[in-house]
């Protein structure tokens, strides 16, 4: 485990579990994020500051996880791993646009994380045929000065194209 996500509602301490699962994570010196649905930390979460859940939609609350664990110096580096094996792996074009802007968000990423994505989806074939996915990712290798994939894949340049006759 590198991160351990508490959801604390009013029964959260009526379960038998969570008190010993939260001391498992603190003995491992996870990342820690309470999310205070109705009850405020307490006993070893209490240190830490909980993040409210009160008005935003189950995807907000999602956003202030990831990002918590993108800022987060221990987690980071998993996360951007991560991406990029799901970018590479990707089947589905919409999927794998919303990795690449989620890649794109954390503060961190490498020229070197870019290459390896930019090589990945030139040797996919789904994703390579998708026009909508090669512009929004081009647009970012473009800006860290990496070559563009194109449609299609690249084209291989065979000793025959060299021939002047």
Known sequence: MDVFVAILTPDF???????QEVGIAVGRDVLMIPIDKGEK??????????LLSNGLTVGEVAGEV??????????????IESL?????????????????????????????????????????SLLVSSRQLLDRLNE??????LEPVELGGRKRKSLDDEIPF
């Open 84 to 124: 990029i094996r799901t970018i590479a792996t990707g089947s589905d074009v919409s999927e794998v646009l919303f990795r690449i802007d989620k890649l794109n968000s954390i503060e961190g990423v490498g020229v070197e994380d870019w290459e390896r994505i930019r090589e990945n989806v030139a040797g996919n």
């Open 13 to 19: 301490n009526a379960s038998k579990w969570t008190d």
């Open 140 to 145: 970012i290798l473009l800006q860290k000065k």
């Open 66 to 79: 990831f990002r918590t664990i993108c800022a987060s110096a221990r987690t980071r580096g998993r996360m």
């Open 41 to 50: 930390p307490y006993r070893f979460l209490a240190k830490y500051q909980a």
